[in-house]
C-alpha cells in the first residue's frame, strides 16, 4: 500500500487485521470522525453546500460563493469579474 500522508478530507487507515481473509473476515481500523460519518455530516450540511459546477458548460465556477445562482451580492451581479 502506497502512503499518502495526512489530509484533512480522507479518513486515514490505521491498520488492518486479514489472519482470517480466507473467511471472509477484514478487520480495519481508522482515525476517530468527530463529525461522524460522511453521509450523516453531508444530510447536516447540506443548506450551506454551494454548488460551483455551471449547469451548461460543467466547469467549475470558483467565483460562486452563494448556494442562491441569482444572489445580487455574487461577483457577477456586481459587475465584477474573479480569476
Known sequence: MIHLGK???IV???GAHT???DKGELWIL???CKYGNLLKFIQRAKNKFINQIDPVT???DVGRTSPFPNDPLLPKSLGCRIG
Open 58 to 60: 460543467s466547469d467549475i
Open 12 to 14: 486515514n487507515l490505521l
Open 30 to 32: 481508522v482515525e476517530y
Open 19 to 21: 489472519s482470517n481473509i
Open 7 to 9: 489530509h484533512l478530507n
